[in-house]
């Protein structure tokens, strides 16, 4: 059984920095696209950062030089985000899948809160 399990988020200022862990378990990790998406209260869900299982990276235009995923041991994903704004805000969410030209999420985390307020 997949799991995802994202931790990590929490209430920052602005201009402040966060790490977010997703610790996967039940799939082979080696061979997964991973991504991280968000969803803003009364927004749909967008896509934030991918990376394949090459490490090939992708992002939203909105966090551009500003976070940075990466894949760092046999199981876990990260998302470093720096210079967070208060438009950042939001649930994020770990996902498994495909983040070509098409995407395919197969499994989602259950999500964690990062608010950035002064």
């Known amino acids: 059984q997949v799991q995802l399990v994202e931790s990590g988020g929490g209430l920052v200022q602005p201009g402040g920095s966060l790490r977010l862990s997703c610790a996967a378990s039940?799939?082979?990790?080696?061979?997964?696209?991973m991504a991280w998406y968000r969803q803003a209260p009364g927004k749909q869900r967008e896509l934030v950062a991918s990376i394949t299982r090459t490490g090939n990276t992708d992002y939203a235009d909105s966090v551009k030089g500003r976070f940075t995923i990466s894949r760092e041991n046999a199981n876990t994903v990260y998302l470093q985000m720096n210079s967070l704004k208060p438009e950042d805000t939001a649930v994020y969410f770990c996902?498994?899948?495909?983040?070509?030209?098409?995407?395919?999420?197969?499994?989602w985390g259950q999500g964690t809160q990062v608010t950035v307020s002064s």
């Open positions: 039940g799939i082979i990790f080696s061979i997964s696209g």
């Open positions: 996902a498994r899948g495909s983040f070509g030209a098409t995407r395919i999420v197969t499994s």
